[in-house]
């Protein structure tokens, strides 16, 4: 609703296009550029005008909405399924993403499943066979070797935590 209300304040037609972006239906003067950008910065929203950042930004929005938004990931090579969604060659967004934030779009990747692996695993509605199911693992065994990897911690030690704290949280 701000940037809306930013945009209007300086007379921009845009359309909202999702996950963060937008885009402006017309060209923007640098002076309106920069008070949008200083108006925004105010509210901790970051306007991006480097196109290196943008994409990387979209091949991030590409992958958040993959893993923690759809109800099932694509069963489709992740590589095949970013570069089909963003119309782009993949080693192209590979290298770009790797430029930009000092890490692989498939370490990225195993950041997010890692994250919604501990979400599914906190929520305890489903086995660990399950949630490796959900998420393309090839096992359990194998979910649970990524998650020691990436975590420090077994995904039943980090269950226990989980209930630690909320019984902890639950008798504040």
């Known amino acids: 609703m701000m940037v809306k209300a930013e945009l209007k304040k300086l007379g921009l037609k845009y359309v909202i296009v999702k996950l963060g972006?937008?885009?402006?239906?017309?060209?923007?003067?640098?002076?309106?550029r920069d008070q949008l950008k200083i108006n925004l910065m105010r509210s901790g929203i970051e306007l991006l005008d480097d196109q290196q950042?943008?994409?990387?930004?979209?091949i991030q929005a590409v992958i958040t909405e993959m893993i923690h938004y759809e109800d099932?990931?694509?069963?489709?090579n992740y590589s095949d399924y970013i570069s089909e969604k963003l119309g782009?060659?993949?080693?192209?967004?590979?290298?770009?993403?790797?430029?930009?934030k000092g890490m692989t779009i498939q370490h990225y990747i195993i950041s997010n499943k890692i994250e919604r692996a501990?979400?599914?695993?906190?929520?305890?509605?489903?086995?660990?066979?399950?949630i490796a199911y959900k998420l393309h693992y090839s096992s359990s065994a194998h979910l649970?070797?990524?998650f020691k990897k990436v975590t420090g911690l077994t995904p039943s030690y980090f269950k226990q935590l989980g209930k630690k704290?909320?019984?902890?949280?639950?008798?504040?």
């Not at 099932?72 to 489709?76: F, L, Q, S």
């Not at 704290?165 to 504040?172: C, Q, S, T």
Request: glycine fraction near 2%.
């Open 165 to 172: 704290r909320k019984g902890y949280l639950e008798n504040l």
């Open 144 to 146: 649970s070797n990524q």
């Open 118 to 130: 501990k979400e599914l695993i906190l929520y305890d509605q489903l086995s660990l066979s399950e």
């Open 72 to 76: 099932e990931i694509p069963k489709v």
């Open 88 to 100: 782009l060659d993949y080693t192209y967004l590979a290298n770009i993403f790797s430029e930009v």
């Open 53 to 58: 950042a943008i994409l990387v930004e979209k």
């Open 21 to 32: 972006m937008l885009e402006v239906l017309e060209d923007m003067p640098i002076e309106k």
